[in-house]
């Protein structure tokens, strides 16, 4: 859908105004290799630990284990952290101590993948700007049309309501315009489906269908201008996850995607053509295909995705928010646009967002984040972030470590079970 400009939008930076730069670097670093060049010292582990929900924070170093390739490891150091400040720190006994202190500035991004404007994201900001955000924290934000940096130095120059002002501002244009061909697209689908094949009885209609094999023909011309919009390039994602590896600090990216519903005949309205076209099996089967069977599937490689996000020792937050506009019709159509929701009509609005969600809630996983569902974008806002503001960091030194480019898994264990433990997956050893 959105996430194709979204991601591209990474090299069209703009600033909101004076003192909040773009990322005038962007097009440079994405020539950077993507593979994390790891010091053979130590790897750097972000792990959260939870009882139920509650986060664990009277762990010690002799509580956690860690594996690399089902291998035991020597931890070296682990520190309690909380938000940017170190509350505890422990070195195992006679092991050479981490030299220097862990980067714990915060690179927060923020990808909005939405098709409407919600006031629950301008209350997502809210609680970012006046209860998360701290001194020699950064921001970026993605939309479909622009992408907005603020660096810390500028951030403490400024106020924080100004710039959340604006960029509240910025977003809803953003999104509206960035989508504006996407909704199109969706109102075209609607349309075609409720034109009446050889009906000729409205001249003025935007879709005239002469016939079931003319209709379905316009609506596949249609899905396909659909999912070019919002095919996504792996090429971009792996580009992107090098963007940010290259920044300092702890890297949080919450990812905003709306829940997408598509035109379809309802079970009422496929029965009518079922019956209708039952002395032609082609008709019927095409019916059949493009809707009762009608399913996404991930069109990138979402394991090689996994990697090298993990590798990037990125925390990616997929926020699923389950709030959506019913149809973007004209007014004069208003009364179609409330039936669009009723199965009981001919056409209804059917979700299909399995491709994005399945994809994205591995690749959260796989970088120690969470996926939440929710019609409150505030509220599973609110979540992520509080799965970000305590964790622990753990340093280990590989044993027999080789540059061999290889991905190697990491496991983190707790003694004494009944824990919920999250970090990321492994890294690329080069």
């Known amino acids: 859908m959105r996430l194709k400009l979204v991601l591209f939008a990474l090299v069209a930076g703009v600033c909101l105004s004076a003192g909040i730069p773009s990322q005038g670097g962007a097009t440079s670093q994405l020539q950077k290799p993507l593979q994390e060049q790891v010091s053979v010292t130590n790897i750097e582990i972000p792990v959260r630990v939870l009882k139920g929900a509650t986060f664990v924070d009277h762990l010690t170093i002799d509580d956690f284990e860690v594996f690399e390739d089902g291998k035991p490891q020597q931890i070296e150091t682990v520190y309690l952290i909380q938000k940017t400040d170190i509350?505890?720190?422990?070195?195992?006994e006679g092991?050479?101590?981490?030299?220097?202190?862990?980067?714990?500035?915060?690179?927060?991004?923020?990808?909005?993948?939405?098709?409407?404007?919600?006031?629950?994201?301008?209350?997502?900001?809210?609680?970012?700007?006046?209860k998360v955000i701290l001194p020699g924290d950064s921001l970026m934000v993605i939309t479909p049309m622009s992408q907005y940096r603020m660096r810390?130095?500028?951030?403490?120059?400024?106020?924080?309501?100004?710039?959340?002002?604006?960029?509240?501002?910025?977003?809803?244009?953003?999104?509206?315009?960035?989508?504006?061909?996407?909704?199109?697209?969706?109102?075209?689908?609607y349309k075609?489906?409720?034109?009446?094949?050889?009906?000729?009885?409205?001249?003025n209609s935007e879709f005239t269908v002469n016939s079931p094999e003319?209709?379905?023909?316009?609506?596949?011309?249609?899905?396909?201008?659909?999912?070019?919009?919002?095919?996504?390039?792996?090429?971009?994602?792996?580009?992107?996850?090098?963007?940010?590896?290259?920044?300092?600090?702890?890297?949080?990216?919450?990812?905003?995607?709306?829940?997408?519903?598509?035109?379809?005949?309802?079970?009422?309205?496929?029965?009518?053509k079922m019956f209708e076209n039952?002395?032609?099996?082609?008709?019927?089967?095409?019916?059949?295909?493009?809707?009762?069977?009608?399913?996404?599937?991930?069109?990138?490689?979402?394991?090689?995705?996994?990697?090298?996000?993990?590798?990037?020792?990125?925390?990616?937050?997929?926020?699923?928010?389950?709030?959506?506009?019913?149809?973007?019709?004209?007014?004069?159509?208003?009364?179609?646009?409330?039936?669009?929701?009723?199965?009981?009509?001919?056409?209804?609005?059917?979700?299909?967002?399995?491709?994005?969600?399945s994809a994205f809630s591995e690749v959260a996983r796989a970088t120690g984040g969470i996926s939440e569902s929710s019609a409150n974008a505030a509220a599973a806002f609110e979540k992520a972030v509080n799965a970000s503001e305590n964790y622990y960091l753990i340093y280990y030194k590989p044993k027999d470590y080789k540059a061999d480019g290889k991905f190697h898994e990491i496991k983190v264990k707790v003694k004494g079970g009944g824990y919920s433990v999250t970090h990321r997956a492994g890294y690329i050893a080069s």
């Open 214 to 272: 003319e209709q379905l023909a316009l609506y596949r011309q249609y899905i396909n201008k659909l999912e070019a919009l919002r095919s996504i390039d792996e090429k971009s994602l792996l580009e992107f996850a090098g963007v940010l590896k290259s920044l300092p600090g702890q890297k949080y990216v919450y990812l905003f995607h709306q829940m997408e519903s598509i035109p379809q005949f309802s079970p009422k309205g496929m029965s009518m």
């Open 152 to 189: 810390s130095d500028a951030i403490a120059k400024r106020s924080l309501a100004e710039i959340k002002q604006q960029l509240q501002g910025r977003l809803r244009r953003d999104i509206l315009m960035g989508s504006a061909e996407y909704r199109s697209t969706i109102d075209a689908l």
């Open 278 to 357: 039952q002395d032609n099996p082609f008709t019927v089967f095409s019916y059949m295909e493009n809707f009762d069977l009608h399913t996404r599937s991930v069109r990138f490689n979402v394991e090689a995705v996994k990697k090298v996000y993990a590798d990037s020792s990125i925390t990616v937050h997929f926020l699923f928010l389950t709030k959506t506009s019913a149809v973007n019709v004209p007014v004069t159509e208003a009364k179609k646009a409330q039936a669009a929701m009723d199965p009981r009509q001919d056409v209804t609005m059917v979700e299909h967002s399995e491709d994005i969600f």
């Open 87 to 92: 509350k505890r720190e422990e070195g195992k």
């Open 95 to 130: 092991s050479p101590r981490w030299v220097g202190r862990p980067q714990l500035a915060r690179q927060f991004v923020f990808l909005f993948d939405m098709s409407d404007y919600m006031p629950e994201v301008g209350k997502a900001l809210d609680y970012f700007f006046d």
């Open 192 to 203: 075609i489906l409720n034109a009446d094949p050889g009906d000729q009885r409205d001249p």
